[in-house]
């Protein structure tokens, strides 16, 4: 059961769960908080089902949210919580640095991440920013996050082909010739090349064969 370590203040007080499977560190979190007259801290469970009954019952403004818990991860205890209490707003807080622990926790819906070895200043910024609706990334994971969706923009840029790229992609599929795509679209071979040379360059390939075997491979042709 939720270790109730504040009484109920003001409704302008920012209401925290701790979901933490670290026993000490969990009663040290909540210790700390429930000093600051700005937190009311209503509770530290140790699993992810139990993070998603406080939630339901306690209605948290904010969740410090362990990555590794008892049973559900924090990733997807984050994805039940958010589904039955829109309104909270949950802060990883974990040793991981992943980014695909990061990426996967943002996906799910998660306004901050940060590691546990923050101060406790940092920690408290990073509650009211959430709290206020904004996101939070420690500095520490910021760049390479930043540098994984940039890599991940990119290449959704290069496969965003026109629609009469993609009917030339699917005519290269069946087989045909340069030629034979032109007399089907009724157009230029010179016009089917420059098609070609730009499916080419989105695509990330040197050649029909590759850029065939890609789409296959990734469903844009059929």
């Known amino acids: 059961m939720p270790n109730r370590q504040a009484s109920q203040g003001s ?11 670290h026993v000490v560190l969990a009663e040290a979190l909540g210790t700390m908080l429930g000093f600051d007259d700005a937190f009311s801290v209503v509770g530290t469970v140790p699993s992810g089902d ?19 818990l008892v049973g559900l991860n924090g990733v997807e205890a984050t994805k ?20 695909e622990i990061v990426a996967a926790a943002v996906a799910a819906g998660a306004a ?32 390479p996050f930043l540098e994984r969706i940039g890599a991940l923009a990119r290449a959704d840029s290069r496969e965003r082909l026109t629609d009469r790229e993609q009917v030339v992609l ?32 989105k695509l990330g390939v040197n050649d029909r064969v590759q850029a065939v075997a890609l789409a ?6 059929r």
């Open 50 to 68: 139990e993070a998603i009954a406080a939630c339901v019952e306690f209605k948290p403004d904010v969740v410090l949210m362990d990555y590794k």
């Open 170 to 201: 699917q005519e290269l599929a069946s087989g045909k010739t340069t030629k034979e795509i032109a007399g089907a679209l009724v157009v230029s071979e010179e016009t089917v090349k420059t098609h070609l040379a730009h499916i080419y360059q």
């Open 112 to 143: 901050g991440f940060l590691p546990k070895n923050v101060d406790s200043v940092e920690l408290k910024r990073a509650i009211h920013a959430v709290a206020q609706g904004k996101g939070f990334l420690h500095p520490d994971v910021t760049m």
């Open 11 to 21: 409704k302008s007080l920012i209401k925290i769960l701790i979901a933490e499977d």
């Open 80 to 99: 039940r919580i958010l589904r039955l209490v829109p309104t909270a707003k949950v802060l990883i807080l974990t040793m991981f640095d992943n980014q």
């Open 216 to 221: 296959l491979r990734r469903g844009l042709v």
